[in-house]
């Protein structure tokens, strides 16, 4: 026997659904079975993600590699304070087991200033040694011509870092294509979008203007579209980061987006692991 409360409830709940029947026939003469949208197929991303070892200038290996194992982020462009330009045989081949054991695989060296063929000789013989195939430099202009002959000769790409109104060479992605579109094909830019947008470029534009020259790209966020810019968690700043990750699909760019975070560089974890985890979801890594 029903108490008055369950007699309640089932004729509150008895009127909603009649209250609602018109709409549902609607909603099925319109061909409309599910109110749930489908979920839209997952996007392929042709782009990796990766860590730019910059990040962390004031940490030690192991705990630059522990903090890559724990983001699950599997690449890192090595840095000389990580593996010094001198280092043996034994030494580089200890780094690369280092980074295995963490599931980590050094993709690229630098950035590398060179502003001399000596120093440029040092460079392309130092990323034989380690067994990658892309340098990360910051050439002085009059320098290009032998780097154009060192990439000829070692079949490397070379990704020249642009750092925004910071120093007078290669401030902006434009400047570089300009100082490189008649080299190798070869020579391009490795984009830093932070710097590019404090130059008061537009990094999306930038990338889909001159993607057949980006090679690398660093990924972070700064507080303002000029000088007075400062690093800051991805996600915070000014750069348009939906539409830059669309720009990557757009072009299918298949290199490393890495991120170099330069917030707080004495103690980076928690702002690096939130802007890790912004890009991821935005990309759906």
């Given at each position: 026997?029903?108490?008055?409360?369950?007699?309640?409830?089932?004729?509150?709940?008895?009127?909603?659904?009649?209250?609602?029947?018109?709409?549902?026939?609607?909603?099925?003469?319109?061909?409309?079975?599910?109110?749930?949208?489908?979920?839209?197929?997952?996007?392929?991303?042709?782009?990796?993600?990766?860590?730019?070892?910059?990040?962390?200038?004031?940490?030690?290996?192991?705990?630059?590699?522990?903090?890559?194992?724990?983001?699950?982020?599997?690449?890192?462009?090595?840095?000389?304070?990580?593996?010094?330009?001198?280092?043996?045989?034994?030494?580089?081949?200890?780094?690369?087991?280092?980074?295995?054991?963490?599931?980590?695989?050094?993709?690229?060296?630098?950035?590398?200033?060179?502003?001399?063929?000596?120093?440029?000789?040092?460079?392309?013989?130092?990323?034989?040694?380690?067994?990658?195939?892309?340098?990360?430099?910051?050439?002085?202009?009059?320098?290009?011509?032998?780097?154009?002959?060192?990439?000829?000769?070692?079949?490397?790409h070379y990704?020249?870092?642009?750092?925004?109104?910071?120093?007078?060479?290669?401030?902006?992605?434009?400047?570089?294509?300009?100082?490189?579109?008649?080299?190798?094909?070869?020579?391009?830019?490795?984009l830093d979008?932070?710097?590019?947008?404090?130059?008061?470029?537009?990094?999306?534009?930038?990338?889909?203007?001159?993607?057949?020259?980006?090679?690398?790209?660093?990924?972070?966020?700064?507080?303002d579209a000029?000088?007075?810019?400062?690093?800051?968690?991805?996600?915070?700043?000014?750069?348009?980061?939906?539409?830059?990750?669309?720009?990557?699909?757009?072009?299918?760019?298949?290199?490393?987006?890495?991120?170099?975070?330069?917030?707080?560089?004495?103690?980076?974890?928690?702002?690096?692991?939130?802007?890790?985890?912004?890009?991821?979801?935005?990309?759906?890594?």
């Open positions: 026997m029903q108490n008055r409360r369950d007699f309640f409830k089932q004729s509150v709940a008895g009127a909603c659904m009649l209250g609602l029947a018109p709409f549902v026939a609607n909603a099925r003469q319109a061909g409309i079975n599910d109110p749930v949208k489908p979920k839209q197929p997952k996007a392929v991303n042709p782009f990796l993600l990766g860590m730019a070892g910059f990040t962390f200038v004031n940490f030690d290996l192991d705990t630059t590699l522990k903090t890559l194992e724990r983001l699950d982020v599997h690449y890192l462009c090595i840095k000389d304070f990580h593996l010094p330009f001198d280092s043996t045989d034994e030494q580089i081949k200890a780094f690369h087991a280092k980074c295995a054991e963490h599931g980590v695989t050094g993709y690229a060296v630098g950035p590398i200033y060179m502003k001399s063929e000596e120093e440029t000789d040092k460079a392309f013989a130092y990323a034989r040694r380690v067994g990658v195939k892309l340098i990360v430099g910051v050439p002085d202009y009059g320098i290009l011509p032998y780097v154009d002959r060192k990439v000829k000769e070692y079949g490397y990704a020249i870092h642009l750092h925004g109104p910071d120093i007078k060479i290669f401030p902006d992605a434009t400047d570089v294509w300009e100082h490189t579109k008649e080299l190798d094909g070869r020579i391009g830019m490795c979008i932070g710097h590019d947008l404090r130059n008061g470029c537009d990094p999306v534009a930038d990338m889909k203007k001159y993607h057949t020259r980006v090679f690398d790209i660093h990924i972070k966020d700064v507080t000029s000088k007075a810019g400062v690093g800051i968690e991805i996600g915070r700043g000014k750069i348009d980061f939906p539409a830059f990750i669309n720009a990557l699909r757009e072009v299918n760019y298949t290199g490393m987006c890495s991120l170099e975070y330069e917030k707080d560089m004495k103690d980076p974890f928690l702002g690096i692991a939130e802007s890790i985890g912004y890009f991821k979801a935005l990309s759906d890594l």
